[in-house]
């Protein structure tokens, strides 16, 4: 049984508590994690299935305008990911892709598609990073060109989580209104578009749906753009302030199961005439898994409660996402070690998430693009107090 403790900070709402409660049941109940082959028919069942209970009415904005609840989409990863890393990804997915659409996008837009991806019955995409521009988004390369009504856009996209189950991607291309991250534009690009391809599939240590994209002269209403033409770069950054710290949530998810994990192993495992929870050097251990995780759970549920109260998160969601992915990959390597043999086995729990914990140190931002972030946010205020000082 996890620690529930941290329900009762006062960054929560009562329904908050009440919303972990519920889907703890649900996933316990219907999403017990178990290896399947088939990972794409996987997503989209878990999609449908997140669909058909509700959850999914959390990953977007409310049909009448409502904000996104930043600590709803933060519990229900966490939640999700203690029970099943593919139902976490599933979800985040949802919210991720159609994340602009929900903070951006005109009525017509989301009227189209948030209803369906709330259902389950669309599943969404977010297609920002291309071969040479990862962490350096701003050289991105994939271009837009405007032509009547429309726009033509050509270029590659990789890396693109549910590549190829997808009905739907927002995908950021250039089009070119000044230079850098000013030049770049936000376009909903339905699957079946002509000139949208899937060029490639790509396998990784956690298997999920990811593809590498081609758009060839694929031909756009402009009327699928998502906010105004050279905005796509702040349309996607407000995504990812919301979507960041829902992986750190993730991340403390991961890391609560391996801790979970860990005692339920120490306290049953005999050796030398004793538990390997009695052992001092254990505890030392399990005492720095704990205190790790909840720092990181403070981070993590203080940057969801600033951003629910409409101020800028950009700095405490770096910390939130840095601290709790590093801590995670720690917490679960510790644990994994505490299992000895058994911890290397495929499949078993702390083996899943040793693999799974891995990327979220590198998506929506690796670590060491979050210290930038931090450091560059220190820099700008203790420059604005310089400036202020000398006034
Ligand atoms: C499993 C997975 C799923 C993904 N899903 C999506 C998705 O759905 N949509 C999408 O658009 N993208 C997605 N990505 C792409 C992801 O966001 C990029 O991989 C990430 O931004 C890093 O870019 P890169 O891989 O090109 O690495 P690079 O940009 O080449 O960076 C390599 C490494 O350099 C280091 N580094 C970066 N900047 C600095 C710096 N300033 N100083 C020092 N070191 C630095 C970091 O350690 C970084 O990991 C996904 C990636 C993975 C692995």
Request: hydrophobic share 45%; proline share 3%.
């Amino acid at each position: 049984m996890s620690d529930k403790t941290y329900l009762e900070w006062p960054f929560f709402e009562p329904r908050h508590a009440l919303l972990e409660r519920e889907l703890d049941a649900w996933a316990a109940q219907n999403i017990a994690q178990h290896h399947e082959a088939d990972v794409d028919a996987a997503c989209r069942r878990l999609v449908r299935q997140l669909g058909d209970a509700g959850w999914l009415r959390h990953a977007i904005a409310g049909a009448a305008g409502e904000n996104i609840d930043t600590r709803a989409i933060c519990l229900i990863r966490e939640t999700l990911a203690r029970h099943n890393g593919l139902a976490d990804f599933a979800f985040a997915m949802q919210g991720l892709g159609s994340g602009a659409i929900s903070l951006h996008g005109t009525p017509a837009q989301r009227q189209a598609y948030l209803p369906r991806v709330a259902r389950g019955e669309a599943i969404a995409a977010f297609a920002l990073s291309e071969p040479q521009a990862g962490s350096d988004v701003a050289a991105m390369q994939c271009a837009a060109v405007q032509d009547g009504d429309h726009y033509v856009l050509n270029g590659e996209k990789t890396w693109i989580s549910n590549g190829g189950i997808a009905d739907f991607y927002v995908l950021f291309a250039r089009t070119g209104e000044q230079p850098g991250a000013r030049g770049i534009s936000a376009f909903i690009v339905d699957a079946d578009t002509p000139g949208f391809e899937i060029a490639g599939r790509i396998q990784v240590i956690a298997p999920h749906p990811l593809a590498r994209l081609v758009l060839r002269d694929c031909r756009v209403p402009a009327a699928q753009r998502i906010g105004a033409a050279g905005q796509g770069f702040k349309v996607a950054m407000s995504t990812l302030d919301v979507f960041r710290t829902s992986v750190a949530a993730a991340a403390l998810g991961f890391a609560r199961r391996a801790l979970d994990e860990a005692l339920a192993h120490t306290m049953q495992r005999k050796m030398f005439g004793q538990m390997l929870a009695d052992f001092q050097m254990t505890q030392a251990k399990l005492a720095q898994m704990a205190t790790g995780i909840d720092a990181a759970a403070l981070l993590t549920y203080r940057a969801a409660w600033q951003r629910d109260q409409g101020r800028n998160v950009t700095r405490e969601a770096a910390m939130a996402k840095l601290t709790a992915t590093e801590t995670a990959q720690q917490v679960i390597d510790a644990a994994l070690q505490m299992f000895g043999g058994l911890g290397v086995v495929s499949e078993q729990p702390v083996e899943r998430l040793y693999r799974e914990i891995r990327a979220l140190r590198i998506y929506e931002g690796a670590t060491e693009v979050q210290q930038l972030i931090i450091a560059r946010e220190l820099l700008r205020a203790a420059n604005t107090q310089e400036h202020t000082k000398e006034q």
